[in-house]
């Protein structure tokens, strides 16, 4: 007959202190993994505001340069207002329409497009009802948005003697992660075809 052991002998067990010690080490990995995924998110979400003020950027600078570029004489100019004859959505003889670019209190960009009261007459007038809409949002710094230049780059504020437009675009929407992400900056010459074609024919 064999004898029996006496309890709690050579028997592997676990002690408090091994527990706390492996509790605490597991809650530490735990914090860091998730220190580490909060990081991530943020990064994550600060990249996507980098590329969305990019991409607001280089809409609202492709419509700018596209609608001055067809500009053949200034009527109303600020650095973040202007309005202009154009040659934006006409036919190959008809007159120019009028824009209007401007920014809003809000940082919104807006275009209004008003075709001639009547196309045959002379001058032509535009007492009609724009076709407006928003070209862009999150624009801040608009007091640089358009700087007119003349011919020797200088800046000018006499409408018959813009030639070029430098047009410096700042966009900074809010920020998806909290974190603060810089504006996105685009700048651009624009050159004036039409309005130096109309000065020469003078």
Known sequence: MT???????DQAGVTMVEMAV????????????????????????SADTRQ???DQARIVMAVLTKDLRTATEFTAMTASDV??????NTGATAPPNQLRLWVDSG???REAVTPPDNPNASPLTYTGTPTT????????????????RDSSDAVTTTLTAVTSVVVTVTV?????????????????????????ASASEE
């Not at 004898?3 to 002998?9: E, F, I, K, Q, V």
């Not at 900074?172 to 130096?196: H, I, K």
């Open 107 to 109: 940082g919104v960009l």
């Open 83 to 88: 309005t202009f004859t154009g040659l934006l």
């Open 133 to 148: 809409r928003v070209v862009g949002r999150g624009l801040v710094s608009t007091s640089g948005l358009l700087s007119f």
């Open 22 to 45: 492996v509790v605490a080490l597991l809650g530490l990995v735990l914090t860091m993994a998730f220190q580490g995924l909060i990081s991530y998110q943020r990064a994550a979400a």
């Open 172 to 196: 900074d929407l809010p920020s998806q992660s909290g974190a603060e992400v810089p504006p996105t900056v685009l700048t651009s010459r624009v050159f004036l075809p039409n309005v130096a």
């Open 52 to 54: 969305q003020n990019l």
């Open 3 to 9: 004898a029996r052991r006496p309890a709690g002998r």
